[in-house]
């Protein structure tokens, strides 16, 4: 066989291989959510605050995962996809799936996570009853 052909099929098997294994929307999905779920932690823990803690703690993986149900979206490009965030009018692409896996880029930062944690942080607070709506 000319090199050339050789060069081709294993292009081919490439292809097939990225095509095949390309992540569905829902391992994009939970990918997000962990990645999101690590830096709320993080930013829960850093300001020591006992509102923070105890909305992530009743309904914040509840609220994250519903959050990104209806403000994630993937576009499939067949060998590749990319997930979309989509928050306050904009559109930030915060990755990319390929040959099974899903990578994070840094887009997925704290000033993309922090507007939704307060979002879910008034969530929470306008669930809470009168009495308690004033300790906080």
């Known amino acids: 066989m000319k090199l050339k052909h050789i060069i081709s099929i294993l292009f081919l098997i490439l292809f097939a291989f990225a ?66 965030i989509y928050w306050d009018g904009k559109s930030y692409p915060i990755g990319t799936g390929a040959f099974g896996k899903v990578y994070i880029t840094k887009h997925l930062n704290r000033d993309v996570v922090q507007p939704i944690l307060e979002d879910m942080e008034d969530k929470v607070k306008d669930s809470l009853p009168d009495i308690l709506k004033q300790l906080f």
């Open 19 to 84: 095509f095949f294994t390309n992540p569905d929307e829902q391992t994009h999905k939970e990918a997000i959510r962990a990645k999101s779920a690590t830096i709320m932690e993080e930013i829960i823990a850093e300001r020591n605050d006992a509102v923070s803690a105890t909305a992530w703690k009743l309904a914040g993986e509840q609220l994250l995962a519903g959050f990104i149900n209806s403000n994630v979206t993937v576009d499939n490009y067949y060998l590749f996809s990319i997930p979309k």
